[in-house]
T-cell receptor
Framework: ETGVTQSPTHLIKTRGQQVTLRCSSQ?????VSWYQQALGQGPQFIFQ???????GRGNFPPRFSGLQFPNYSSELNVNALELDDSALYLC???????????????FGQGTRLTVV | AQTVTQSQPEMSVQEAETVTLSCTYD???????LFWYKQPPSRQMILVIR??????QNATENRFSVNFQKAAKSFSLKISDSQLGDAAMYFC????????????FGQGTRLTINP
């Protein structure tokens, strides 16, 4: 069984540009969550997709958007990049939705985004 | 909204000794899940241990155990026989059984193992 993979691993963008980050979920998983981890902080929930539909969103502006594809892979898009968007972006995949605690979330190694 | 607080930004321990990392949380829910994650320099979050709030028995996974005090909203992690490979950032996290499977993380504790 393959793990969660994210691409690219590192990225440098200029303020105002747009960026797309990609995540391949673990085999058999239908739920993908995205987190932003600023330097020295804990991850913060951006949003989650379950079977191609957004299933919850954190306190992030609309310029953060996402997609989930029929194969359950996912993209995170950020428009009009700001310097504060510089962070590690983590993707986590899991099976199922809410109530079942045993649906462990498996994380990828993240994409380090630097906005200059 | 739920919050998670880790009051120890850094901890260090001698190899083979025992260390305890602290975590407190705030919630109005009676049923929820708590987790400890490890984040080594490779950046990948790895689940260390989990606890269901309705279970009174503290979870144990090999050298890792928790002290879950529901009334005090405290969830500490004890690492016994510390090994060099335990060095990492450790994050405490909360998950509600309602809504999205979103994890609310604390700020993290950097654990250093001294040989």
């Amino acid at each position: 069984e393959t793990g969660v993979t994210q691409s690219p691993t590192h990225l440098i963008k200029t303020r105002g540009q747009q960026v797309t980050l990609r995540c391949s979920s673990q085999s058999g998983h239908n739920t993908v969550s995205w987190y932003q981890q600023a330097l020295g902080q804990g991850p913060q929930f951006i949003f989650q997709y379950y079977r191609e539909e957004e299933n919850g969103r954190g306190n992030f502006p609309p310029r953060f958007s996402g997609l989930q594809f029929p194969n359950y892979s996912s993209e995170l898009n950020v428009n009009a990049l700001e310097l504060d968007d510089s962070a590690l972006y983590l993707c986590a995949s899991s099976l199922g939705r809410h109530r079942d605690m045993n649906t462990e979330a498996f994380f990828g190694q993240g994409t380090r985004l630097t906005v200059v | 909204a739920q919050t998670v607080t880790q009051s120890q930004p850094e901890m260090s321990v001698q190899e083979a000794e025992t260390v305890t990392l602290s975590c407190t949380y705030d919630t109005s829910e009676s049923d929820y899940y708590l987790f400890w994650y490890k984040q080594p320099p490779s950046r990948q979050m790895i689940l260390v241990i989990r606890q269901e709030a309705y279970k009174q028995q503290n979870a144990t996974e090999n050298r890792f155990s928790v002290n879950f005090q529901k009334a005090a909203k405290s969830f500490s992690l004890k690492i016994s026989d510390s090994q060099l490979g335990d060095a990492a950032m450790y994050f405490c996290a909360y998950r509600s059984p309602r809504g999205a499977q979103k994890l609310v993380f604390g700020q993290g504790t950097r654990l250093t193992i001294n040989p």
